[in-house]
């Protein structure tokens, strides 16, 4: 718990609300990161830190963002599962939620990444140059670059094997807390 003994529940808020603005920072960077923009970094931490579902109007006004901006950005997080819409009973918004999984796709978006690094290392070692007729810096160059792709690739090999049964360990677990 953030109330420490004898501190007000003022001291709570402000250590709840420094934690809000420290992860928004940290997502709105790592988001960025991954081809977001910094908007959505916010946009997810509003969603992570409410307990009810946020409807465009909510967010653009604490976020003090358009309506127009909100609406781009969460159009882009629902298509990249980082949230989902979803239906309020006698409301015609559209409200918005953290995706329940938003875990799993997370992670299947880095496996992706490492299946296409790994597919494009595989496609570059295949067009390697035959070192036969090449100078002797130019088959240096082809070895060590076709040993450096290797070791990536299998690299790539060990991990993915390993993460194999990852989401159903996950899924398990997760229904333990």
């Known amino acids: 718990m953030y109330l420490k003994e004898g501190a007000t529940s003022n001291t709570m808020l402000q250590t709840l609300d420094e934690m809000k603005l420290s992860t928004s920072h940290f997502m709105s960077m790592h988001l960025e990161k991954e081809g977001f923009s910094p908007l959505v970094g916010r946009l997810f931490t509003l969603l992570l830190f409410s307990a009810e579902p946020l409807c465009l109007q909510q967010m653009a006004e604490a976020l003090s963002v358009s ?90 090999d060990i991990y993915m094997s390993r993460m194999k049964g990852f989401n159903e360990e996950w899924l398990l677990k997760k229904q333990l807390l």
Do not use: W
């Open 67 to 156: 309506k127009a901006a909100i609406s781009v950005q969460i159009r882009n997080m629902v298509s990249r599962h980082l949230c989902n819409k979803v239906p309020v009973q006698n409301d015609r918004k559209d409200y918005y939620y953290i995706t329940d999984d938003f875990e799993i796709h997370v992670f299947e978006t880095y496996k992706e990444k490492i299946k296409s690094v790994q597919q494009t290392l595989k496609r570059n070692l295949l067009a390697l140059p035959e070192q036969e007729g090449l100078d002797s810096a130019d088959q240096e160059t082809c070895r060590v670059v076709e040993q450096r792709f290797s070791e990536i690739s299998l690299f790539c």
